[in-house]
């Protein structure tokens, strides 16, 4: 098992910026693709960002990309989320999830992702 405890979360004007942290144990963090996913009220989970084992490969959705940066730190067993130029509609819960098995690629989908944290709440106000 793999536990993954996020932080950061919390209220921000739109335009302004939060940057989440999600600590992970249990594993060797470095086999693993990690990713962020976020969920809305009444919405699915939805993919965020996604980033290799290494670090070197990262991925996002549209809706975030140029202003979202993904990031992971072996040596602490951390993957980092900052987020600059924030909208309203950035509102969600946000949660860091890695892969079902390591050595394997980042996904863009939620099904492959087998280990989630709690969460973080995100609210971006206009």
């Known amino acids: 098992q793999m536990q993954l405890v996020e932080s950061g979360g919390g209220l921000v004007q739109a335009g302004g910026s939060l940057r989440l942290s999600c600590a992970a144990s249990g594993r060797t963090f470095s086999a693993y693709a990690m990713a962020w996913f976020r969920q809305s009220p009444g919405k699915e989970r939805e993919f965020v960002s996604a980033?290799?084992?290494?670090?070197?490969?990262?991925y996002y959705a549209d809706s975030v990309k140029g202003r979202f940066t993904i990031s992971r730190d072996n040596a602490k067993n951390t993957v980092n989320l900052q987020m600059n130029s924030l909208k309203p509609e950035d509102t969600a819960v946000y949660y860091c999830?890695?892969?079902?098995?390591?050595?394997?690629?980042?996904?863009?989908?939620?099904?492959?992702?087998?280990?989630w944290g709690q969460g973080t709440q995100v609210t971006v106000s206009s």
């Open positions: 980033i290799s084992r290494s670090g070197g490969l990262t």
């Open positions: 999830a890695a892969r079902g098995n390591p050595y394997v690629s980042a996904s863009y989908y939620l099904k492959d992702y087998a280990y």
